[in-house]
């Protein structure tokens, strides 16, 4: 995951989430799982300048948050996802107030024999519900489905 990122602060506090996902634009009660924002492979954030890394196949575009202002809209990942359309989206999410995100499956945190979304979107920053922005760590286990009916689903005792 780039690690140039500013942290995407306003006067009033943070950016709340947006309604949908800025790839598929399902809302989350749709798809479940959690907000992503960022991950090695995709991203989508506000930096005060673009740091880039070599391409690899991920390149990264960004586009001045407006006129005025030294921030710029970053994105990053698949060259057939991550298009100018959804640059350009991003931007209309920021200034309208609200954080972009991305859901887990278009976000390849989903469960490889059921397709739903994994307990813990391991490697990925997720977006809260109050514009909060934490880091799941990838940790030496197999992630568990929150999917009940599937094999992969594991009870915590709850």
């Known amino acids: 995951m780039p690690q140039d990122r500013t942290p995407i602060t306003r006067t009033d506090g943070r950016y709340r989430p947006a309604e949908a996902c800025l790839l598929c634009d399902r809302q989350l009660r749709e798809t479940g799982g959690r907000r992503l924002t960022a991950q090695q492979e995709r991203g989508v954030h506000l930096s ?5 890394s070599p391409d690899r ?13 030294p921030l710029q809209v970053v994105t990053w990942g698949e060259r057939e996802t ?9 931007r209309s999410e920021f200034l309208a107030g609200r954080h972009p995100w ?11 024999h059921c397709g739903a979304p994994l307990r813990l979107p391991m490697g990925s920053d997720v977006l809260d519900d109050d514009g909060g922005i934490t880091h799941v760590p990838i940790v030496p286990v197999a992630p568990d489905c929150s999917n009940p009916a599937c094999d992969k689903f594991e009870s915590d005792g709850d």
């Open 48 to 52: 005060s300048d673009l740091r880039g």
């Open 57 to 69: 196949g991920l390149p990264h575009h960004a586009i001045r948050l407006s006129e005025d202002s």
């Open 82 to 90: 991550f298009t100018t359309d959804v640059l350009l989206k991003a």
């Open 102 to 112: 991305f859901c887990q499956p278009c976000g390849k945190r989903s469960c490889p």
